[in-house]
């Protein structure tokens, strides 16, 4: 048994939510949300060489991964792997990047289910930025 870190009662040291106050993980000393987070210590150009981020903060907003090489749900990098991503290199759900793999993607150059490139792409449905806005102009 442990003190709260909140409300100071015995609890638990494996207690989810604490009895009395409801806070998340009573015994620990710290606590900042659910989910899996990693940081490389190596930096380049002041972001971490990898950041890895499934994270969710207490009040559930998303920790983004931002690094180098960058993986999680949301991620913003050089290289990027996520389900959102910015990116220079990305492969992700949804993407904006310079070079993009991705079912739904803005990019210069991409190869996409869905997307809009400014140089060259590849898809199913994908059109250039300049074809667009011609097709804007005419209308």
Known sequence: MRPCRECQH????QAAVCPHCGVPYPAREKWDGW???YKSQATLFG????HISFKYRPNRVPVPAKGVIAIGQFACGLFTFSQFGLGVVSISQFTVAGYALAQIGFAYA???QVGVYI???HGQLIRSLSELLAMFQAV
């Open 10 to 13: 015995e609890v638990s040291e």
């Open 119 to 121: 140089h060259e792409g």
């Open 35 to 37: 989910g899996f987070e």
């Open 110 to 112: 991409l190869i996409a």
């Open 47 to 50: 972001l971490p060489l990898l």
